[in-house]
């Protein structure tokens, strides 16, 4: 009887895993093996030179006996055999000096290099927010990471997943379960992973969008120094390529005009040159704003000082509202103000002539009605 294709599948996939497996055992009983063998080979050596220098030091044993010997023996003879004393002293410390040198250094065994050990790098973490911007300073930081301490293609891929945090990791965890139920490949090498995020979170439209930023670019309030390192992020993330003179012009375009008059007159060779230039002037005119402002106020505080007061214009909107309509006169303006305490026109409660203000002195007290005192 045939069997479904569904069972079909996985008796393969189990056949084919069990393979890997057993290759994966093989490889590693191999690479036990040659561990072995050096191991033992290193043991080898290792007795070989404890052995040689057990020899040298029973050789220096038996030579100091033979010497103890020796002087024991002439010791009794010191006074009968005076010039033959000499002699046999002058050998004793022939035989002395040939013990005490130093030893022949041993050969240095020439030792296989050993495998480099596994650099440890911390990467910065990535999130996976859906900023455009994070994104790219992240991979770029990556990039200069494995330059650095030389990672190999196998390593990147696995040394840059660790990194993902939160949404990040959740999407790899994702990314690696559908293609291993789709049977598509696994990401082993950085350039596919750096495809798939790019996808992910580089919309389609950022190039455009960057490139129109970029053509519209001009320094506004910005200093020069910003305005320059904005220029050249825009280009390094479009990825434009263009001579030093294009790139000259395309930055004096973007210049206020105060700065631009002014450093065209002036002589300069590269791009850093011109910015350089374009910092002095943009200090030599904050000095100038600063001076003015401060001679300003210095001359208001010297008008209050000598009693004069400084006297600002009114705006022009103002000076409308106060202008009087056509057709009026001061007449009908005045008759129009009303008294809101006697309800009397053409003045005001603080200027009305029946107000009354009342003075008291004991038991007397006087009101004063319209400018004149009554008891």
Known sequence: MSQPPSQCMSASNEEEISLKQIAFDLRALLRWKEDEIIAREREKQ????????????????????????RMSNRSQHLYSHTPTLVTHYEEDSRLVDNFYQPPPPLRRERREPREPRAIRIDLPHFYGKDDVEAYLDWEMKVEQLFACHQISEERKVPLATLSFQGNAMYWWTALERDRRINQSPEVKYWNDLKGALRRRHIPSYYHRELMDKLQRLHQNKMKVEEYRQKMELYMMRVGIRESEDTTIARFLSGLSLEIRDRVELLPYQDLNDLVQLCIKVEQQILRKNFRNEYSNSYTKKEFKRDGKQVKEEPSKSFKEKEKPREGTSSHTRTSEIKCFKYLGRGHVASKCPTKKTMILRGHLYYAMVGGSYQD
């Open 46 to 69: 290792e007795r070989d030179r404890f052995h040689q220098l057990l020899d040298e030091e029973r050789r220096g044993t038996r030579n100091m006996e033979r010497l103890h010997e």
